[in-house]
């Protein structure tokens, strides 16, 4: 904790000095549309980029993660809360920090119970699947924005503003995508682009005075800090549980990877416990002042990064200029239209939308390609919240897949050697009687029907066979199904006059099987290695 | 599908005529005593033990499995339809048959999709445990009619007639274990104590006219074979879904568990997808013949294979005589005490708590253990459907803290050879600035987190790293989510000045990686063998 703090060296300080302030510049309209996006005033989304990030300098491990709100979790904030309350109600915004303080709570306890392992069981390409299904969801969600007023009809003002911030801030994003040459100014530049797009379109909403022809703008933003405390309705605490619990899941492995792809690149390590303790507390201390749910979110943390921040000074200095702009007078932000506050949200979320990802992982691994593809249609027809659970279903079941998959080889003797190789792919010796199988993976009860499944396959080509030898150089566990397994075919083979040996088994497998009724059982032999069983069961020596 | 009457011979008869008759002895107590169990009137526990195995005999592809009632599948049964009607009731009989049905469909369609491997994904503990808390609940169920009245009093004569029979089936059992012996009358005699006990309590309850005085008898049997069609109510489906999937799942687990150690034993193979449509027949016949779910029994099917069954023809020769036995008069049955069936319950149940299992799992795994307990456990807190819910999930949680386990060991060069054999179990050579780490599984999202870990432990404990070679031979494919750790862990080795290399990669893994962006950006070279590398990397001619 803070660690960094104690190392600090002042080379470091322009960097984060720098790098605050343009994630601040950032931060102020995309907080400002997250708010909307989850059925809060806008000001809920500047209080939630005060003191989560300072909460996050504390206790995360990251050192560039630019934690506040997010756009799928502003989204799944609004499916649980349009239950409770209606948007905007007083309610709606005290059940906001409720929501934010429960999410805070199950992060901290999972990182308490080491449960940081998790997220390592969302495959990416359905964690990329679900970040584009939650996207468009979003981008969708903003078309009215864009294009109505505040009566739901077709405006032409609105949709000026709306079509040439979309314009202007997509030809930005393009333009950032080609010039990423190293030490060029124009990255940073760039990403200033949506506080200038802001700027101009609430200027020329205020010139014009395009609220009066019916452009629907941000209205008033109160001045001063947001207030500290929770704020307490006392009901609908268990209704808030479930969408918690989803919230933390996704705050966790959105920021886990976001964080994860930083570190590496900058050749740091991130802890995934660390992690949920920074997430847990930035949550809480959100829910104390006047939040909602928040996480680490990818772009803004690339910016930060690509800025020059050195460590979590940087979103101290955010947190400290978003600070400044509440305390000063805030009616210059008053006629901003929200149009333009919905370009900024459609940009955003295009980018999560990896098309590229989904091209490279079709080419690549299809069932990956097909899991992406699955659960972003499952986010689509069924929510976002929904869309979790689907995402992690389908992470199950190629789970379950997979660990049903152990490599096992028919092994043979390498000529005049001791070494045994896979028959398929070497020039090997081996007897008819007898059938060897090397298993490259621990034996148990996911993967037992597997390897029953091949011992009789290979039987089934190989009629003469007379000896199984089970190669186990590699079986570094087997657990009691797997004890239950070979029991049950050492029986079964006997049946069939055919006898089981092992080979080559760990001597830490030994000791625990010594405690089974394998080896009083066995009808074959325990060999120290492949080659003396190979001797042995040459010379019709065996028999057990 | 009757593969076993094409090929039938007549030396089998002898064994199927009399295996059939003694399972038709113990079908008759157990049959009713599961269908009060169920709340259900006893003559559907009969009915449930004509149809169904005949369907077996059609579609199983067990050769002894003995379908019918059981104990779990009954208290299942019971707690779906009391929520929905009152035991006893029309409702409540016809909504038995309805949940057999979805039964049956459930199974047929999992069949079908041929998921007949997901039998494999509850570990043999976790069944045990699951077993053993729903044995401890169906036995204390059973507590009230061993030995009170109708009006639920402590009854003298009623807890008499069960401790008699509750004392003499318990001796006949415990005689069973011990006289086990091979070609010995005993086992298949004492299997029929069970009948005779029944046959006693019945006529010491009519010579004393028992039920005068308050003991609580079976009362009247309808004469007749089972009304055949089905009884449709119309209403329920939707609440009998949820119930139908699980009693499916334990119907299926258990009976295929029953079945593949009867199998083995015999040298034969179990296929568990025609299990699964031998089951869901039984289970459709069950309800076109006024039965409730059913499945195989392990203690059934043990006696029908120890009383010398060869083929399913001993189950059509048990349901023939059941059959003919509900033709003729049924008043016999009348003066049944119940306090009796409940002694045949619970002795049956008993056999279900299987200590030794656990003692054994204690001393050789101790996590397995721990997992057969929690679920017991479950069982016994939260009732048997949510059991199987949290067996699933106490399973699942194994799985993937299993294969987030794969195998990984430094390894260095034998001496004087070309093998690489592990750090920790040979005298090899090794290069103070490389480290070379041999993967022995697939990389995919459940182990790149492992993996990650791993290097960067092992580069702690070795700071004069700066090349890495991960060996590949066994690396049998690598997923979307395990090449972006690759890429990753390239870039952050590279951020260092460490190298990372790759060894001997499979012919198919590597055209795969062509595809991908990591040939292109990885710093270090892919060598042809681990040898290959330790010779390049010791001369220090490398650097990619």
Redesign the interface.
């Known amino acids: 904790m803070l660690q960094w703090a104690r190392n600090y060296r002042r080379d470091q300080l322009a960097g984060d000095l720098g790098a605050g302030a343009i994630v601040a510049l950032m931060l102020i309209p995309q907080g400002m549309a997250y708010a909307l996006l989850a059925g809060l005033p806008p000001a809920a989304g500047l209080y939630a980029s005060i003191l989560p990030p300072v909460a996050y300098a504390l206790f995360g491990s990251s050192m560039t993660q630019s934690v506040g709100p997010m756009a799928i979790t502003s989204l799944m904030s609004a499916a649980a809360l349009s239950a409770l309350a209606p948007a905007g109600s007083v309610l709606y915004v005290t059940l906001a920090t409720q929501l934010a303080l429960l999410t805070g709570l199950v992060l901290l306890a999972c990182g308490a119970l080491r449960l940081g392992?998790l997220?390592?069981?969302?495959?990416?390409?359905v964690l990329a699947g679900f970040t584009a299904g939650a996207a468009i969801l979003i981008a969708v969600g903003q078309l009215p924005l864009l294009l109505t007023d505040a009566a739901a009809h077709p405006d032409v003002p609105t949709a000026l503003i709306g079509g040439v911030s979309l314009a202007l801030l997509w030809l930005a994003k393009g333009l950032l995508l080609r010039r990423t040459g190293e030490g060029s100014p124009w990255p940073v530049l760039l990403r200033l682009v949506p506080a200038a797009v802001i700027g101009a379109a609430t200027l020329a909403a205020w010139i014009l005075e395009l609220d009066r022809s019916g452009v629907r703008v941000l209205g008033s933003i109160p001045r001063g800090l947001p207030p500290l405390g929770l704020q307490y309705s006392g009901a609908h605490w268990q209704s808030l549980l479930a969408p918690a619990l989803l919230i933390g899941f996704v705050v966790f492995v959105s920021s886990q990877s976001a964080a994860?792809?930083l570190?590496?690149?900058?050749?740091?390590?991130v802890l995934?416990d660390g992690e949920l303790l920074g997430l847990g507390a930035a949550n809480v201390a959100g829910a104390l002042s006047g939040g909602f749910p928040v996480t680490g979110s990818i772009s803004r943390s690339a910016v930060n990064d690509a800025a020059g921040a050195n460590t979590p000074l940087a979103s101290l200095v955010s947190a400290g200029l978003l600070a400044a702009v509440l305390s000063l007078p805030t009616g210059w932000l008053a006629p901003l239209p929200l149009a333009a506050l919905a370009a900024t949200i459609i940009v955003a979320v295009a980018g999560m939308i990896d098309i590229a990802a989904l091209k490279?992982?079709w080419?690549?691994?299809r069932?990956?390609a097909m899991a992406m593809i699955v659960t972003a249609a499952g986010v689509l027809a069924l929510g976002v919240e929904r869309g979790v659970i689907i995402g992690v279903v389908v992470?199950?079941g190629?789970?379950?897949a997979?660990?049903?998959?152990p490599?096992i080889a028919v092994v043979g003797r390498a000529p005049g050697s001791d070494?045994f190789r896979n028959v398929g792919r070497h020039e090997v010796e081996t007897l008819p009687e007898v059938l060897m199988l090397r298993i490259?993976?621990?034996i148990?009860?996911?993967n037992?029907?597997?390897i029953l499944g091949r011992v009789?396959l290979e039987l089934a080509s190989r009629p003469a066979t007379r000896h199984v030898v089970l190669v186990m150089s590699?079986v570094?566990h087997i657990?009691?199904?797997g004890?239950?397994m070979l029991r049950?075919?050492n029986?079964?083979?006997?049946?069939?006059n055919i006898l089981l040996h092992l080979a080559k088994t760990k001597e830490s497998v030994m000791d625990?099987l010594a405690?089974?009724?394998l080896p009083a059982e066995l009808r074959g032999r325990m060999f120290a290695s492949p080659g003396q069983a190979f001797r042995a069961l040459e010379c019709g020596a065996s028999g057990g």
């Open positions: 392992f997220s390592g069981f969302l495959s990416r390409p994860q792809s570190a590496q690149r900058r050749g740091e390590r995934p490279e992982a080419r690549y691994d069932a990956d992470s199950l190629a789970l379950i997979r660990a049903s998959r490599n070494f490259d993976a621990a148990w009860f996911g037992t029907d597997a009789e590699a570094n657990d009691v199904t004890v239950l049950e075919l029986l079964s083979l006997a049946g069939r625990r405690s089974s009724q």
